[in-house]
């Protein structure tokens, strides 16, 4: 069985740095063609895409977020880590990671999300 | 503003068609780059309704399908059901500012 779950909700104050986990299982990162992303949905707005790290290292990062965001390994290879620094009242979300599939870009196992307020 | 558009809303009786309309340009849709649909019931995850722009992965009932031409995409629900009311969205890739993942608005369904 493949699950995917992000760490603890989190409350942040503004300009502060936001570092979210993703821990999975029933996959493995070095399989070719695999990726963990992470996708937002604000309250009230639509899903919004943020990055994704792939079995081969290669990252992507939303235009709109790219100076602000990071996207890794994290030491325990079940584990993607997720940084958005400079945190405004506007980045509260619900933030999902998510497996990615690298050759068509879907996303087909999600988490199920944790909350992340900045106040 | 999201690069792919979509309605805000539709509806439909119990029993009835609707189709969601998501429509791209030539930096996404239009470029070949796959369409991909999500249903997200309140207060549950995000599930995977179509990928590659028409096919459903195991458990999505055969009510919803999707296509895809020139730089737009739909999705059908036939035989509506209350258990259909949710949002829904059309994600592809694009090409513009970086190469990255899109997702639509969200399109809110209601079965009346």
């Known amino acids: 069985q493949i699950t995917l779950k992000e760490s603890d909700p989190a409350l942040v104050e503004p300009t502060q740095t936001l570092t979210l986990t993703c821990t999975f299982s029933?996959?493995?990162?070095?399989?070719?063609?695999?990726?963990v992303g992470w996708i937002r949905q604000p309250p009230g707005k639509a899903l919004e895409w943020l990055a994704v790290?792939?079995?081969?290292?290669?990252?992507g990062h939303s235009p709109s977020l790219k100076n602000r965001l990071s996207i890794t390994k994290g030491t325990s290879k079940n584990q993607v880590v997720l940084t958005l620094t400079n945190m405004d009242p506007v980045d509260t979300a619900t933030y999902y990671c998510?497996?990615?599939?690298?050759?068509?870009?879907?996303?087909?196992?999600w988490g199920r999300g944790t909350t992340v307020t900045v106040s | 503003q999201s690069v792919l558009t979509q309605p805000p809303s539709v509806s439909g009786a119990a029993g009835q068609r609707v189709t969601i309309s998501c429509t791209g340009s030539?930096?996404?849709?239009?470029?070949?780059?796959?369409v991909h649909w999500y249903q997200h019931l309140p207060g549950t995850v995000p599930k995977l309704l179509v990928y590659?722009?028409?096919k459903r992965p195991p458990g999505v009932p055969d009510r919803f399908s999707a296509s895809k031409s020139g730089t737009s995409a739909s999705l059908a629900i036939t035989g509506l059901q209350a258990e259909d009311e949710a949002d829904y969205y059309c994600?592809?890739?694009?090409?513009?500012?970086?190469?990255?993942?899109?997702f639509g608005g969200g399109t809110k369904l209601t079965v009346l």
């Open positions: 998510a497996r990615t599939q690298r050759d068509f870009f879907y996303m087909d196992v």
């Open positions: 994600q592809s890739y694009d090409t513009t500012l970086g190469a990255n993942v899109v």
């Open positions: 030539s930096s996404n849709i239009g470029a070949g780059y796959y």
């Open positions: 790290i792939y079995w081969n290292d290669d990252k």
């Open positions: 029933g996959f493995s990162l070095t399989t070719s063609g695999l990726g």
């Open positions: 590659n722009n028409d």
